[in-house]
């Protein structure tokens, strides 16, 4: 699918830097969510930089997923990812 997640970097500061099918490169802030139910289990460094990507989508071990639509509505557009 076009939303789909190709590349995933974790960052530091709680962001992700993803490239998406579409072409779009972008950072992701994760921050808001963390004080949300099962995302505060993010708040974990160690396991925040676990995330990977299942069926194009954003996830982590214990099942948490970021939507395809919250990752489009909230990702700021860059061309690379920071060196970090």
């Known amino acids: 699918m076009y939303w789909d997640v190709k590349t995933v970097k974790p960052l530091s500061d709680y962001r992700l830097y993803v490239e998406i099918a579409d072409g779009r490169k972008g950072i992701f802030d994760v ?8 995302f505060r289990e993010l708040r974990n460094l ?3 930089n676990q995330v990977n990507i299942v069926f194009g989508a954003l996830t982590w071990p214990h099942q948490q997923d ?6 489009l509505a909230g990702i700021v557009p860059a061309d690379y990812a920071p060196d970090e």
Do not use: N
């Open 46 to 48: 160690d396991y925040f």
């Open 66 to 71: 970021i939507a395809p639509e919250t990752l």
């Open 31 to 38: 921050k808001p969510y963390l004080d949300h139910g099962v």
